[in-house]
């Protein structure tokens, strides 16, 4: 049941919006790992298995699993790296970096290893990725996931990214999945229903504190995706805002996604809000996502 906190702002945000369209059922979404397998190949070896598998259109080597006669985690193609299992929204941030084979990027708050190892498969294992995790555990799944999908040119460290700065580094690009309230997961984590306004009075400080550690570190023309699986404004939006007021850097145009909104809680924002892009459970069959694009100037 809605905590009474997210009915107040989601009837607001998102008028007729019900629970039943927050809780159902997704779809489960692969990556093809062209690192190890080509689309075609994989495709033809889990059909075979018996499963049924349909593109997503929106993004580049994902397909939704329509049928599985058993676990999707439990294939040997699974298990040699040949895919992984991301939400499609995920799977999106990455491309929406769009990372180059020449260059030096950063991924803020790396494990379990989804986005690392595609920012490494879209980089063509060329270059340099620098995967920074701060809990001691979660970078142990991180190392795994890189070995897993044979990813060779990254680097998994154990540190807070807050203190990002003491690498000595300029990045050309950086993705910062924030720590967030989770609000756009409660089709597998029901506690989602639940935030209030104690679990952004947390957040919210460590969210700023880390997209203006990173923003420090990158290169002029520099690029960071900041990105959450967060419906509420306050994390995403909002956040951006601040950015916008205070850095000198703007927002670039990304693809796929329903534009950001505008004006949340009747708040008007900078124009270039409308560049950044929102995945809704309803519409796009994926988590509840936010994606923004900074250019650093």
Request: aromatic share 8%; charged share 25%.
């Amino acid at each position: 049941m809605l905590s009474q906190f997210l009915e107040q702002r989601y009837s607001r945000l998102f008028p007729g919006l019900t629970e039943d369209m927050l809780t159902r059922a997704l779809p489960q979404a692969l990556r093809v790992n062209t690192l190890r397998i080509t689309e075609d190949e994989l495709v033809a070896r889990l059909e075979e298995r018996g499963f049924v598998l349909e593109e997503i259109p929106w993004v580049k080597h994902g397909y939704f699993i329509r049928e599985a006669p058993f676990s999707p985690g439990a294939t040997p193609e699974y298990l040699l790296g040949y895919y992984y299992l991301q939400d499609p929204a995920s799977m999106y941030a990455c491309e929406a970096l769009e990372p180059r084979a020449n260059e030096l990027v950063l991924d803020a708050a790396a494990a379990p290893g989804g986005k690392t190892t595609y920012i490494a498969q879209l980089m063509r294992n060329q270059g340099c990725v620098v995967a920074i995790e701060v809990n001691r555990q979660r970078i142990k799944a991180l190392r795994a996931s890189v070995t897993r999908m044979g990813v060779e040119n990254t680097i998994a460290i154990r540190m807070d990214a807050r203190e990002v700065a003491k690498l000595g580094l300029r990045f050309d690009r950086a993705l910062l999945d924030a720590p967030c309230t989770g609000t756009g997961t409660a089709h597998k984590a029901r506690e989602a229903l639940t935030k209030d306004e104690k679990d952004l009075e947390v957040l919210l400080p460590l969210q700023r504190a880390l997209i203006n550690a990173i923003y420090e570190v990158l290169r002029p023309g520099g690029v960071l995706v900041y990105s959450t699986c967060s419906l509420l404004p306050e994390e995403n939006e909002l956040l951006v805002q601040e950015v916008l007021e205070n850095r000198d850097a703007r927002l670039l145009k990304i693809r796929h996604g329903s534009p950001a909104l505008r004006k949340p809680y009747g708040m008007p924002l900078d124009k270039q809000i409308k560049k950044a892009r929102r995945f809704y459970p309803w519409e796009h069959h994926s988590q509840g996502f936010f994606v923004a694009k900074i250019q650093k100037l």
